[in-house]
T-cell receptor, first 117, second 110 residues
Framework: NAGVTQTPKFQVLKTGQSMTLQCAQDMNHEYMSWYRQDPGMGLRLIHYSVGAGITDQGEVPNGYNVSRSTTEDFPLRLLSAAPSQTSVYFC????????????????FGPGTRLTVT | GNSVTQMEGPVTLSEEAFLTINCTYTATGYPSLFWYVQYPGEGLQLLLK?????DKGSNKGFEATYRKETTSFHLEKGSVQVSDSAVYFC?????????FGAGTRLTVKP
């Protein structure tokens, strides 16, 4: 099992450019999420998906798009990069909902460090 | 809305010292509470969890008790090791709302 993989590990963009951050998991998890991590702010939820074909917005969705055409993949698209999107991006997956009585464990990828100049 | 407030770091301890990292939360109802740990250059890993009031989560010598009356989920370990050096995140999850604290960096010196 590779777990959750993310590509690329590092990326530098110019303001206005677009790109896609890739995320894949091989654990057959239904739930997948994208977070950004900024100094002093912890992780903030961007978008999430509860299954193929279903996505929803998190706390900070503006400037990002997602789609979920397969169970395995959950790409994050930056439409027009801005310096405020400089951050470390983490993808996570879980077998079931992370909240609730069970509280399924989220498995995190190694992250993508994005710099927008 | 829901939120998590976590003790600011960094925290520096000597090996075998007692560790407490404070975490308090704001939420309606009964969220699930988690501690995640991030080692240098890696993603987050689940350390422990508690999904209802008065539950105690424990793992690798770490413990935290879900206290509804004080809205707290403080992380404790009786004797830290150098290998515990990492960033620790408290998290609250209620339905699809996921909130993480800012993280506390712990450094343990031999």
């Amino acid at each position: 099992n590779a777990g959750v993989t993310q590509t690329p590990k590092f990326q530098v963009l110019k303001t206005g450019q677009s790109m896609t951050l890739q995320c894949a998991q091989d654990m057959n998890h239904e739930y997948m999420s994208w977070y950004r991590q900024d100094p002093g702010m912890g992780l903030r939820l961007i978008h999430y998906s509860v299954g193929a074909g279903i996505t929803d917005q998190g706390e900070v969705p503006n400037g990002y798009n997602v789609s979920r055409s397969t169970t395995e993949d959950f790409p994050l698209r930056l439409l027009s990069a801005a310096p405020s999107q400089t951050s470390v991006y983490f993808c996570a997956s879980s077998y079931g909902p992370a909240g609730g009585v069970v509280g399924y464990e989220q498995y995190f990828g190694p992250g993508t460090r994005l710099t927008v100049t | 809305g829901n939120s998590v407030t976590q003790m600011e770091g960094p925290v520096t301890l000597s090996e075998e010292a007692f560790l407490t990292i404070n975490c308090t939360y704001t939420a309606t109802g009964y969220p699930s509470l988690f501690w995640y740990v991030q080692y240098p250059g890696e993603g987050l890993q689940l350390l422990l969890k508690a999904t209802k009031a008065d539950d105690k989560g424990s793992n690798k010598g770490f413990e935290a008790t879900y206290r509804k009356e004080t809205t707290s989920f403080h992380l404790e370990k009786g004797s830290v090791q150098v290998s515990d050096s990492a960033v620790y995140f408290c998290a609250l999850i209620q339905r699809d709302d996921m909130r993480f604290g800012a993280g506390t960096r712990l450094t343990v010196k031999p």
